[in-house]
Antibody, heavy 122, light 106 residues
Framework: QGQLVESGGGVVQPGRSLRLSCAAS????????MHWVRKAPGKGLEWVAV????????NYADSVKGRFTISRDSSKNTLFLEMNSLKVEDTAVYYC???????????????WGQGAQVTVSS | DIQMTQSPSSLSASVGDRITITCQAS??????LNWYQEKPGKAPKVLIY???TLETGVPSRFSGSGSGTHFTLTINSLQPDDIATYYC?????????FGQGTKLEI
């Protein structure tokens, strides 16, 4: 089934930037759409962004549009989430999530990374 | 965006009980629905996909049913290990959206 391992989380001040990485193993990242989903303290799960399997299309939640960028390095089988102009309300555990089927982009998730904690605080 | 409404938001049950959690979609999603189990400090784990297909390795006491806008997750013979929060999630349309969760206590 594979594995996803996130890294890059931490504590950052409002307005600053942070980049999350998600290293994939056991499957080829570029054959699948890949997503980021977050869970803020005391709240439910919120989808953040998707990178299409062709690497040419992206889609973002309105809450992060214009501030976050999803990308990948196929040679390293790694997904990224560049987060700029961070806000206190971006504080959450961020999960890297795989689409179940190749060449599909619907959010049919099958497995998740362990998550990376991002805390935005002054 | 498609709204997913779960009920109840919390549930207290006993070992051996049969419990049911419901999820209602704001529009027809056919059977494009996942059910997850989330435990503290762990990533959500898929239990059921396509509304009724059991994920590999998930105990058979978990089952899902429904189509269109109304779905249910049933846990038969509740076990202590089932203490968790359960979520539904639709994937009929982007963006994928989640129910607000059902916290199960035993």
């Amino acid at each position: 089934q594979g594995q996803l391992v996130e890294s890059g989380g931490g504590v950052v001040q409002p307005g600053r930037s942070l980049r999350l990485s998600c290293a994939a193993s056991g499957f080829t990242l570029s054959n699948y759409a890949m997503h980021w989903v977050r869970k803020a303290p005391g709240k439910g799960l919120e989808w953040v962004a998707v990178l299409f399997y062709d690497g040419n299309d992206e889609n973002y939640a309105d809450s992060v549009k214009g501030r976050f960028t999803i990308s990948r390095d196929s040679s390293k089988n790694t997904l990224f989430l560049e987060m700029n102009s961070l806000k206190v309300e971006d504080t959450a555990v961020y999960y890297c999530v795989k689409e179940r089927q190749q060449w599909l982009v619907v959010g049919a998730f099958d497995f998740w990374g362990q998550g990376a904690q991002v805390t935005v605080s002054s | 965006d498609i709204q997913m409404t779960q009920s109840p938001s919390s549930l207290s049950a006993s070992v051996g009980d049969r419990i049911t959690i419901t999820c209602q979609a704001s529009q027809d999603i056919t059977t494009y629905l996942n059910w997850y189990q989330e435990k503290p400090g762990k990533a959500p784990k898929v239990l059921i996909y396509d509304a009724s297909t059991l994920e590999t390795g998930v105990p058979s006491r978990f089952s899902g049913s429904g189509s269109g806008t109304h779905f249910t997750l049933t846990i038969n013979s509740l076990q202590p290990d089932d203490i968790a929060t359960y979520y539904c999630q639709q994937y009929d349309n982007l963006p994928p959206t989640f129910g607000q969760g059902t916290k199960l206590e035993i």
